[in-house]
């Protein structure tokens, strides 16, 4: 899989998405709106970002960023992000096959399964 074909797929399951650069001059990937429906962040939305390189297949970060900040820094694994001041660095590892359904599913479970 490319992030190319990540993108692809988010776009075709309706998730806008764009490209930006961090403040760590990076590639990122935005998925913006994301709606939380379950765990202690349920109806919240945030955007979340991954980064994005060109090594094929392409290897996630073991990260997502999230804007606004969901959790206070420094609590369940999180951090600044060297993205910028508005976005918060959660470390998370995404150990499954690599396609874009399940990177999805990855994101989504990160943010769902919130619960302190």
């Known amino acids: 899989m490319t992030h190319a074909d990540l993108q692809g797929y988010l776009s075709s399951v309706g998730y806008s998405v764009e490209s930006i650069v961090g403040s760590d001059t990076q590639s990122y990937l935005v998925i913006k709106g994301i709606s939380i429906a379950s765990g202690k962040l349920a109806g919240k939305s945030c955007d ?3 980064m994005l390189n060109s090594g094929v297949p392409w290897v996630p970060q ?5 804007k606004p900040f969901l959790v ?3 609590t369940l694994n ?3 992000s060297p993205i910028g001041p508005d976005w918060l660095y959660w470390s998370r590892r995404f150990d499954h096959a690599l396609e874009p359904k399940a990177f999805l599913a990855h994101i989504l479970t990160v943010l769902n399964e919130v619960k302190a």
């Open 48 to 50: 979340v970002a991954v």
């Open 72 to 74: 206070e820094p420094g």
């Open 62 to 66: 073991s990260a997502v960023h999230t």
């Open 78 to 80: 999180t951090q600044a």
